[in-house]
């Protein structure tokens, strides 16, 4: 597989500072989102949890399945029509399904098995109504980001997993949507390619800036790669703790598996996620 190419003429990674003075990306108030309210099913899954990300930050969120990690996300898409009560915002304003300042990616790659990987790539984009030439240009420079500049013709059946969640890669940010909702979109990838796709994200985040809420199970992962990770309690979901991952960037997701202050931390969330999940038991 050819290595990514096209980062290195963007801005250098360390020189990614996220904008906290200016207004937040996102801005969630006394959330609290109930299933079924009023039924004899009703399921408390949020309860008044509050999160800002500022423009450009990277922030994970960490809890026991079940604690309404997805229904954030969900909430900040619009997609969810249930009642929620508390105040969400997304650049300033309320959730609306379809907005094309999001961009969602799931563990699964869901590409479609007719498509080439550059129409794949170029799927979101023609979604959204985008002319040919454009998005066909803009798939074409994000496979060439993503590695896969070599296999725009192949469909996804030809691509190892790894090289199919590169190219849902490549579909997230063809978009260019300013915010990123990501839920464990590397669950089910082996250890070694996780690492490699990590590392990837990482250099695609620096060069295009975007503000990423990232869901996953996988500690290591959400220290390597966020400015903060928010550790949810046990259902229903309230935040326990909100730490700072103060590693220098760029970071080299490889190297910190043997770096003393990844291991510090990885500890700290450790004991957090026990304490949110032993509170409701
Ligand atoms: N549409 C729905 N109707 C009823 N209950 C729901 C619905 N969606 C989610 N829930 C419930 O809300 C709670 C939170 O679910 P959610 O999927 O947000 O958790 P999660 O933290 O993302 O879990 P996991 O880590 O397993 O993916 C769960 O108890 C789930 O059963």
Known sequence: MS?????????PAHEHIAAVNLPPTIAIRDLTMRFGAGTADAVLAVDNVSLSLAPGEFVS??????????????????L????????????????????????????????????TALDN?????????LPRRERESRARDLLQQVGLGDFADKFPKALS????????????????SPVLLMDEPFGALDAQTKLTLEDLLMQLWSAHRKTVVFVTHDLAEAIALSDRVIVMSARPGRIVADVAIDLPRPRDVRKLQTDHRFHDLYAKLWRLLEQGAAAHE
């Open 121 to 129: 790539a170029a799927f979101g984009m023609e979604v959204r109504g």
């Open 61 to 78: 969120l960490v809890g026991p399945s079940g604690c309404g990690k997805t229904t954030i996300l969900n909430l900040l898409t619009g």
């Open 161 to 176: 997993h790894g090289m199919r969640q590169r190219c849902a890669l490549a579909r997230t940010f063809a978009l260019d």
């Open 80 to 115: 969810l029509k249930e009642e929620a009560d508390g105040d969400v915002r997304v650049l300033g304003r309320p959730p609306r399904e379809g907005n094309p300042d999001i961009a969602y990616m799931l563990a699964r790659d869901s590409l479609l098995p007719w498509r």
């Open 3 to 11: 290595r990514p190419v096209g980062l290195a003429q963007t801005a």
